[in-house]
């Protein structure tokens, strides 16, 4: 079989918020939609001399020959989805990879993909190879997000992003701790109740709860530190978990005097404690939200 080794950049749009449409217009309006917001990505690189690959479900995989012209078309995609219902996960990846078939393989396709699974929705994860294929100029529309480890990977590599373009702050990065050690939670139904200064939700299973700096979220913690999808609260199966997809991380105390921290991972909590975004909770600057887990 023809094998060809190609060096490009490769593309992966995500496509979510699917279920929320569903349920506010209805199965054939949203389906409309998302077909509608599919062709215009796959439109988009098109047009900017990608070469789409294939669809699974609501991704489009795409790749460039010109690592300047990938930049340009995912900048377009997302200004395109600002703002609606539906938004993306991107990632975005430069190296070898071999087309055959039709398709694309290889370390630099699962890379990308995972780029794509980390990305919150409306966000565009880019990596350090990408952004030193660039030239000066295109660099200047990304900037450093963090250093990240990735599952199957030996060493982290830098991880970019775009550039802020609607005048709110960036996200400040906070101080790295340690990794939070997973409990195992009750299976029993439960409530789990979160306070932030005077706001005070609730949480049931298969509910979420939602924090962070947008106006959009559930619990809205008006800070530069804080992103503005921070994290979200959730009960499942009668566990408690925190799902952390932040640029500065989240810092956990499930005790006196024990205070862990995570970042981008999804962990399960346990009887009461607190969290502060992005800043120790020690700090004096820090926002603190109190959560406690009800049986009943």
């Known amino acids: 079989m023809d094998q060809e080794r190609v060096l490009a950049a490769v593309l992966l749009v995500d496509v979510v918020g699917s279920t929320p449409l569903y349920e506010s217009i209805g199965d054939v309006g949203a389906l409309q939609q998302i077909s509608e917001c599919l062709d215009e990505v796959r439109g988009i690189t098109g047009r900017y001399g990608g070469d789409f690959i294939h669809s699974k479900g609501d991704d489009v995989l795409s790749l460039f020959t ?40 290889g370390d630099v396709v699962n890379v990308t993909a995972r780029l794509s699974t980390t990305a919150n929705p ?7 190879s990408f952004f030193e294929a660039l030239s000066s100029d295109s660099r200047s529309a990304l900037r450093l997000l963090d250093r990240m480890a990735f599952k199957g990977k030996q060493e982290p590599f830098d991880v970019y992003t775009l550039q802020d373009d609607d005048g709110v702050p960036n996200t400040q990065l906070g101080r790295q701790s340690t990794v939070f050690d997973r409990v195992a939670g009750s299976t029993r139904h439960v409530n789990l109740v979160i306070r932030y200064g005077d706001q005070l939700r609730s949480c049931r299973n298969n509910e979420l709860v939602t924090i962070g700096r947008s106006p959009e979220c559930n619990i809205v913690v008006p800070r530069p530190w804080v992103s503005r999808h921070h994290a979200t609260f959730t009960i499942s199966n009668g566990r408690a978990r925190l799902i952390e997809r932040s640029s500065s991380g989240t810092f956990v105390s499930t005790r006196p005097d024990h205070e862990v921290f995570v970042r981008r991972e999804d962990v399960l909590l ?11 909770s020690s700090l004096g600057e820090a926002q603190i939200l109190y959560y406690e887990i009800i049986s009943g």
């Open 66 to 105: 010109r690592p300047e012209a990938a930049l340009k078309a995912v900048r377009q995609i997302s200004s395109q989805l600002r703002g609606g219902l539906l938004k993306a996960r991107i990632g975005l990846h430069f190296g070898t990879v071999i087309r055959m078939r039709g398709d694309i393989f």
């Open 270 to 280: 346990f009887g009461s404690g607190l969290i502060s975004p992005g800043l120790q």
């Open 122 to 128: 409306g966000e565009v994860l880019v990596s350090q």
